[in-house]
C-alpha cells in the first residue's frame, strides 16, 4: 500500500484527478482511498501540529505492513539555490525554530534532494546562513517535521519519503489553488512509479521471508503434533529446524534421520531422543547426501557513501576535506551528533548494507581499549584495540558486528591526531600490541579513508608499538605503496572459497587474498594467516583441509610469522540481535552452547575443527609454537584475568 499525505486540498485534487478515489473516514484528517489501486490519500489540514495528530491518528487507527511507503506530497518555499516547479526528496527534515533534525533513509532514487525546514508560519525571507553547510539547496515548508515526527514513532525512515515541489522563492507571492494542483500533477506519474517499485521490492522481500518462516513452521507442526513437546523443547525444535533449512538440508534428508518411533509416542522421552537424533543429524551430516546447497535471493551491487553526514565541528577538518574530495556526487548533510544517524531506531539494515551511508564525525571519548576475551593476544602483555572507523565496507552474514552495532552505515573518526597524541602517552608507560582493525576493515577502505595508512606511518617511528591490520581484503595497491616493518603484522582472514561466496558478500576471493599476502610478505611485512573463524558448516573438514593445501601451494612457511586459529565465537547479546539483521543465515541459527555469555560449538566439536587445520598445518611444516589458537576456555580465562 502506498499512503500519500498532503496537506491542503489543491495538493489532494492533483492525485485525486488522476487517480479516482472515495473519501472513506474523515475527522482530524480526511482519507480517500482509491478502487484500483494499493493507494491512499491522507489529507492532513495545515501546519506542523495538525499534521503530526492526524498521521498519529491514521496510524493508531488503520493497520500498516511491513512493505507499506508513506510520501509526504506538497509544496514548499525555496532558497536561491531553487527554482518554481523543481521536485526534491528531503535528505534531512528539521524543526525551524528548535533546528531539531529527523533523518529518511534515502536509497537509489531518481531525484535531486533538498535539506527541509518547517516553520510554523510561511518563510519569506530565507535565512541565508542555512546555505553555507553541506550542498543540497534549502527549502521550507509547514509541515513536514510534524509528519515526520508522527511516522517514525511507528514506521522505519527508509518507508518514508518527503517530497517537495518548489511552488515561491520566500518573497511573498504564495502562488494559486489551480497553480498548487498543476503543480504537484506534473510529478505525479514519476513519484508514483518510484513509490510503485520501492512497495514492490519490499513486498518481494517480505514475502520471500514468510514463506521461509511458514515452511518451516509447518515441519515444526507436524511434529509437534505427533509427540508431547514442552515450550522448551518446542523453542528448541524450531531452532534446529531453521539451522536446517538455512544451511541447507532437504525436508526429506531431516526426515530420514529421525528415529523410527518405538514404544508410546505420547512420553517424553520419545521427544527428547527425536531432538537430540535432529541435533546430531544436522551438526554431523554423513556425507553430502540429502544435502543441497541454499541460496536466498542475490545480493545487490554494493553502492557504497550516496549520502555523506558530517558533524558540523569538523567540517573544515583536513580529512574530512580529502575525503570530500573522492565523492563529489554525494549529498552532504550537516549533523549535531554522529549517533543523530548512526544509533537512530528502526534501521533497514538490508538496505544500508547495499547502500551504506557514511558519517564524518570526531571522537570526543576513549580511543584505546583492553583486548576482549574472544580475541586473541598472541602472547602479548599489554593487548590493546582502537576504533577509528566504525562498521565495515564488506558484509559477512556471520559478523559480530551487525550484532555490536545497530545498521550499517559507517562512521569515520577524522580526528586522528588525538589517537596518536594518547598513543605517545601510553608508549612512555609500556610497549603497545594495537588492534586497530577489528571493528572495520581499515586496510580496504585505506583507498578512501587515510587510517590504515597513517597508522603504519605512526607505527615505523615507534618500534615500541606492534601494529595488527586485520583484512580480508587484497590491498595490492596499499602494500606495495606502504613502506615495510617487521612491526607492522598484516593479518590476513582465509575462508574456504566456497564459504567466501555464501557468507562473505563483497569480499575479495581467496587466490586474491593469497596474492596479496605473497606481496606482504616479500615486501618485509609480518605475516599472520587467520583461519579464523572456522565454521562448523556440513564438511568442513574437508573445506579446511582444502583450504590450508590452497594456502601453501602459494606461501612457503618460511614467509609466515605466525598463524591465528579460531572456532566460530560470539557474544549472547551480538548474537540475539544477529539473529534478527540476518534472519536467513544458518551460521546465527545454529544450536550454540553458552559459557559466561559467549556462544561457541560443543568442545568436542571445537576440538575437531581445531585438529584438523592444526594438522594440515604440521603436514606443511609449521610448528606448534607458530600457531595460536583461541578455544571457549580462552574466553573464561580472559574474563578471570580481566577480574
Partial sequence: MIILITAISPEADAIRSEYPMKKSAHGTFSLYESEQLPLRLLVT???KLNAAMAVTEYLTSYSFSEQDVFCNLGICGGSEATSVGDGFFCAAVSELTTGRTLYPELYTHPFPEARLFTSDVPVTNAPPAFEKEGNLPVIFDMEAYGIATALFRRIMPSHCFFYKIVSDTCDG??????????????????????????????????????????????????LTSEYPFSATMKYKLNGLLTYAAYAGFEKEYILRALPKKCGTPHKKKEALAL???????????????????????AKETLHPFRHIYIERKVFRHPVTERILEQFPNASVVPVEHYKDIFNRSRQDLHAEETEPALILAANRGSYFYPGAPVCQSFGEEHFMYTSCIMNCIYDCDYCYLQGMYPGGNIVVFVNLEDYFAELDKLLKKHPVYLCCSYDSDLTALNGLFPHAEEFCRYALSHPDLR????????????????????????????????????????????????????????????????????????????????????????????????????????SKDYLKQLRRAKPSCAVSHYPY???????????????????????????????????????????????????
Fill in 593 to 643: 552452547e553458552l559459557t559466561d555469555g559467549v556462544c561457541h560449538y560443543r568442545s568436542e566439536r571445537c576440538d575437531v575443527l581445531l585438529d584438523t587445520v592444526r594438522n594440515a598445518l604440521h603436514r606443511h611444516g609449521i610448528p606448534d609454537d607458530k600457531i595460536f589458537i583461541w578455544t571457549p576456555e580462552e574466553s573464561v580465562k580472559g574474563e578471570s584475568n580481566a577480574e
Fill in 467 to 570: 601494529l595488527e591490520l586485520r583484512t580480508k581484503s587484497a590491498a595490492l595497491p596499499f602494500i606495495k605503496k606502504i613502506p615495510a616493518a617487521k612491526n607492522i603484522i598484516m593479518a590476513f582472514t582465509l575462508s574456504p572459497q566456497e564459504l567466501i561466496t555464501r557468507y562473505e558478500h563483497y569480499t575479495p576471493s581467496l587466490h586474491a587474498r593469497l596474492t596479496a599476502a605473497k606481496e606482504a610478505a616479500y615486501k618485509g611485512f609480518s605475516l599472520r594467516l587467520c583461519f579464523d573463524p572456522i565454521l562448523d558448516v556440513p564438511n568442513a573438514e574437508l573445506l579446511y583441509t582444502t583450504l590450508v593445501e590452497e594456502s601453501f601451494s602459494v606461501l612457503t612457511p618460511e614467509e609466515i610469522t605466525d598463524i591465528s586459529l579460531g572456532v566460530f565465537r560470539i
Fill in 173 to 222: 507571492a504564495f502562488p494559486t489553488p489551480k497553480t498548487v494542483t498543476a503543480l504537484l500533477r506534473a510529478h505525479l506519474e514519476k513519484l508514483l512509479n518510484f513509490l510503485r517499485k520501492t512497495e514492490q521490492q519490499l513486498l518481494c522481500h517480505v514475502t520471500w521471508q514468510n514463506d521461509e518462516k511458514s515452511r518451516i513452521a509447518s515441519q515444526a507442526e507436524q
Fill in 275 to 297: 531432538l537430540q537424533a535432529l541435533e546430531d543429524s544436522v551438526l554431523q551430516p554423513e556425507g553430502t547426501t540429502g544435502t543441497k546447497s541454499y541460496h536466498q535471493p
Fill in 45 to 47: 489540514g495545515s501546519g
